[in-house]
């Protein structure tokens, strides 16, 4: 029993070190964050006692133990896109956009509403800072390799002026307007699962059609199953004034706690306006390149909380 209480401290004391590291944005990356997790886990590898839990272990589930979890809360899935559907080469472009966005913002913005018509745009660079210039024309050369967009060129100093036009085909037109952010959600997910220092059986399914105890139907975005925790995620590239207090209702009857609920945004308020919405709505506003780092807390502070049970 002695050895046991040591073993459990030793592994508080290890996720105390990790969530100290969380709480340091300033001068702390996400990789250094993993590499540190990895040191904690290692060391306590080393001892053959370490519960079978902490192994690094993950699996995925079949995606009817999400649909019979939200069943428990009289919520019918009535149509979900298949996997086969889901495309490596659009998640790789997702993953660049959510990370840099606000590198690529301005061309993003442009390209976006350049879909409302068949014209083209022109882009002045003059004034955008090196990285900008570089990760927008990255940007533009990914869409164009995928046809999405149908015309692009950089015209380099002294005009530093980019020209584009969009592709308004149905696949191009799902995917800037918004589809792009949810496969963001998705893959920074399956990213933090994957770094997690426990044991994880988790399930996802985007865009499902559901049915709520009323009857109304409803899409959500993006839903996760961790460890028997449903955390749904909706991810906006526009507006969002209209949405939040229906989210805010659904979220009640899909039983989420407003811990596991999110909001991600391209735009983000001001921290007051944030503060108050989610205090009024009950949900958790992140803009998109934050998302990475409050998902890593949320889940990391899941297995604090879960080892604190198994000492009690």
Same mark, same amino acid.
């Given at each position: ?28 990356s996400l990789s250094i964050v993993a590499e540190h997790v990895n040191n904690e886990i290692s ?46 080469? &659009?998640? $790789?472009?997702?993953? /660049? ?6 590198? #690529? ?5 442009? !390209? ?21 210039v570089s990760y927008s024309c990255q940007l533009c050369t990914m869409l164009y390799k995928i ?64 049915? &709520?105890? $009323?009857?109304?139907? /409803? ?6 199953? #961790? ?5 749904? !995620? ?79």
């Open positions: 029993m002695q050895d046991s209480n040591i073993l459990l401290e030793r592994i508080a004391t290890a996720l105390e070190k990790i969530a100290l590291i969380l709480e340091d944005k300033t001068n702390t060391s306590l590898e080393e001892d053959s006692e370490v519960p079978t839990i902490l192994k690094n272990e993950k699996k995925e589930v079949d995606v009817h133990i999400l649909i019979e979890k939200l069943a428990e809360n009289r919520i019918a899935v009535k149509t979900y896109p298949e996997r086969e559907q889901e495309n490596s080469e &659009l998640d $790789n472009l997702s993953q /660049f956009m959510g990370s840099r966005f606000s590198d #690529i913002k301005v061309v993003y913005e442009k !390209i976006k509403r350049s879909l409302n018509s068949s014209a083209g745009f022109h882009l002045d660079m003059k004034t955008f800072s090196q990285s900008s046809a999405f967009l149908s015309e692009y060129k950089y015209l380099k100093s002294p005009r530093y002026s980019l020209h584009a036009t969009p592709n308004r085909i149905p696949m191009a037109i799902n995917f800037l307007t918004g589809h792009w952010l949810e496969y963001f959600v998705k893959l920074t997910i399956l990213s933090v699962i994957n770094r997690l220092p426990c044991k994880v059986e988790y399930s996802y399914v985007i865009n499902p059609q559901i049915i &709520l105890p $009323n009857g109304d139907d /409803f899409e959500l975005d993006v839903v996760f199953l #961790i460890n028997g925790n449903i955390y749904w !995620i909706e991810a906006k590239t526009g507006a969002y004034q209209n949405y939040i207090d229906k989210y805010s209702k659904v979220a009640k009857k899909l039983n989420v706690m407003s811990e596991r609920m999110f909001m991600v945004l391209t735009e983000i308020p001001s921290q007051d306006i944030t503060r108050i919405l989610e205090k009024n709505f009950g949900i958790q506003i992140i803009q998109v390149e934050e998302f990475e780092r409050k998902m890593t807390e949320v889940l990391t502070c899941e297995v604090i909380s879960n080892n604190d049970k198994e000492k009690n």
